[in-house]
């Protein structure tokens, strides 16, 4: 089986959402309400509003496993750049928008760390969480480079089992490409075998950069990232102002130089223990403690 | 844009992580100065040599409880060693997580029988007497020594393995370092030896132990610091941020001068407050130890750098 994923064209989204709607419906998720009532005469349920440009959701969660950014950027006659909506003197505005998802990565920092094996790679090459497996122990919240990874479920409160995006592997299964893509009215989220899609992409960035669009780039496809990400994306500007990282890192990298430094620390403790404790050295120890009493009882 | 590049999500460990830190720092320090002390001390390390038979495995009966209660789903716990749908254990040498939770496992089972032993001690009759064996066996000999080396090792890996932890992440301040399990490490044996000062320093008049054990510790803390300052450098240009927010300041304050720079000054001033000096130094340092996970655990989590979503 082809490793299967997404590549995602920012500069055909549309800000639609239809990914999100498509996503909800599928894996039956309820919409994320922040102000739950708290009481039958409350006002009812209603999500408050970001503040950050058209985006009512804020970020990825348990129960938005896509998420479209809306970011805002604006550029003066003297060049400098603003991504705050909040800036009052914003001028040629441009939105860049960003249908966020897990990234299904090659070398997936989650996977990595999981200690109960409920991450696991399917056979698309995917990363699934196993929801029978995982106890919450919440490793891979730290690990995720990308902030895709949240607590949810029925004990809910920040605990819970880790949710995401499964790639619609059920739906794979039945040779179905995922909701998000299928859903998506501009083909800016695209699926399929990921060596076509990288060839696609790199067209698509040529195609750009003779219209003049030399900031166009992709970012995950090749395996500078994390070993790559098979869901990639075709970016107009630095991957920070998308809230990507340019750099992450796989979490295992630490764990061998941490060891070795604990080693070195606890050789010199060793040292210093084994001289402190020697017996001879207590025996002396222990006669001048004893002379000493005896001076102060002849005295 | 932002100069730091995180985007990673809170995991939401909190105090029972910080306490299980600290507590699994003392069980783990305990078990190496025990095995140091019963390997070259001989009789006369007898009054440490009970403690550190003591002290571990409560701690470790704790922190265990702590663990479970803190997981989303606490009746999975031991899906970290058992994989739930091949019933094959479950090991990632790799993943601090993984490998944490068996040194937890095997060094609790260690330490049960280190402690049951100092229970047992000399009893003859009665339940307990019908294991009179037990203490003879951990006790000395080869087994015992081998019994001791075991105690010494497990308790540095257990120690040192909650650095380890934190540090193999993507959180900004932990992953930013490699120097977390050594610290942990080094602060663990130092509160383990607080705890040992204060035990026998009230009872004992053979004041030449608590002298020994101070020895030892301030090799410990004079390391620390040089730790502290190793993870400080590590983390660059993030350290400013870190050392200007108040988890900086608990490291600073509370680690640092009232954990480390005061009892260092207290053991070297023996007699500047009379026979409570030691006992006040070593409070001190438990503190700090304390301090010192508090501050590092809190601040991976809530220090905002970069773009990362706070809460
Ligand atoms: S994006 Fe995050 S959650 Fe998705 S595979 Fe990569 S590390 Fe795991
Ligand atoms: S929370 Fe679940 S999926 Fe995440 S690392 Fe822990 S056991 Fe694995």
């Known amino acids: 089986m082809p490793a299967m994923g997404f590549y995602t064209d920012t500069t055909v989204c549309i800000g639609c959402k239809a990914c999100q709607v498509a996503c909800h419906q599928w894996n039956d998720l309820p919409a994320d309400l922040a102000e739950q009532p708290t009481g039958p005469d409350q006002p009812g349920q209603t999500r408050p509003l970001t503040g950050m440009s058209y985006d009512n959701t804020g970020s990825l969660s ?77 490793d891979c919240v730290s690990a995720c480079p990308f902030g ?68 166009a ?83 | ?94 993943s601090p997580m993984s490998y944490g939770s068996w040194l937890l496992l095997i060094f609790s089972g260690l330490a049960f029988v280190n402690f049951a032993a100092a229970i047992i001690g000399g009893r003859q009759g009665g339940f307990l007497g ?25 308790g540095y890996l257990f120690a040192s393995y909650t650095g380890a932890l934190v540090t193999a992440t993507n959180q900004p301040i932990w992953s930013d370092t490699t120097m977390l399990g050594a610290l942990f490490f080094i602060s663990g044996v130092s509160a383990a030896l607080s705890i040992l000062i204060l035990l026998t320093g009230w009872r004992s008049h053979d004041h030449y132990i608590v002298d020994r054990l101070e020895t030892v510790d301030n090799w410990a803390m004079l390391l620390e610091l040089v730790l502290i300052g190793l993870f400080l450098a590590f983390l660059g240009s993030i350290a400013w941020t870190f050392l200007a927010h ?16 005061v009892p260092l000054f207290l053991h070297w001033q023996p007699r500047l407050l009379g026979r409570t000096t030691p006992m006040l130094a070593a409070a001190l340092a438990l503190l700090g130890g304390y301090a010192l996970r508090y501050a590092i655990v809190y601040a991976g989590q809530e220090i905002p750098i970069g773009g990362r979503m706070m809460g």
């Open chain 1, 62 to 138: 348990d129960l938005n496993w896509r998420h479209v950014k809306f970011i805002e950027k604006s550029q003066a006659s003297d060049g400098t750049l603003s991504y705050q909506p909040t800036d009052a003197s914003r001028e040629n505005l441009q939105w860049l928008m960003m249908s966020d998802v897990c990234k299904h990565c090659v070398n997936a920092p989650c996977l990595d760390v999981c200690p109960t094996g409920a991450i696991m790679r399917t056979e698309f090459d995917s990363v699934y969480i196993q929801q029978n497996v995982c106890n919450g122990c919440r």
């Open chain 1, 148 to 215: 895709v990874i949240h607590m949810g479920g029925p004990e809910n409160e920040g605990k819970g089992i880790a949710k995401k995006c499964t790639l619609c592997y059920d739906r794979m299964q039945h040779s179905l490409a995922p909701a998000c893509a299928q859903a998506c009215p501009t083909a800016s989220i695209q699926f399929g075998p990921i060596e076509e899609l990288k060839t696609r992409a790199e067209q698509r960035v040529n195609q750009l950069h003779s219209m003049g669009m030399s900031q």
């Open chain 1, 217 to 299: 780039r992709l970012y995950g496809a090749d395996e500078k990232i994390l070993g790559g990400l098979n869901a990639f994306y075709l970016l107009m500007d630095e991957p920070e102002v998308y809230g990507l990282p340019s750099n992450p890192k796989v979490p295992s990298r630490n764990v061998l130089p941490t060891n070795l430094w604990s080693f070195g620390s606890a050789i010199l403790m060793g040292i210093a223990g084994l001289v402190s404790f020697r017996k001879r050295r207590m025996d002396s120890f222990a006669q001048g403690a004893a002379e000493q009493r005896r001076q102060e009882e002849v005295r």
């Open chain 2, 1 to 94: 844009m932002p100069p730091v590049d995180s985007f990673v999500e809170n995991p939401h460990w909190n105090w029972f992580i910080v306490v299980y830190f600290f507590l699994g720092g003392i069980a783990g320090g305990s078990a190496f100065i025990g095995g140091l002390a019963a390997l070259v001390g001989g009789d006369r390390m007898k009054p440490v040599l009970h403690w550190t038979a003591l002290i571990p495995f409560p701690l470790l009966a704790i922190s265990g409880l702590l663990l479970i209660a803190d997981l989303g789903r606490p009746e999975r716990f031991w899906h970290m060693m058992i994989q739930n749908q091949t019933w094959w254990p479950m090991f990632k040498y790799w």
């Open chain 2, 130 to 154: 019908r294991f009179s064996w037990l203490p003879r066996v951990v006790g000395g000999g080869v087994l015992g020594t081998v019994f001791q080396i075991l105690l010494l090792i497990f």
């Open chain 2, 246 to 261: 108040r988890y900086g300041l608990t490291l600073l304050i509370g680690t640092v001068l009232l954990g480390l720079l």
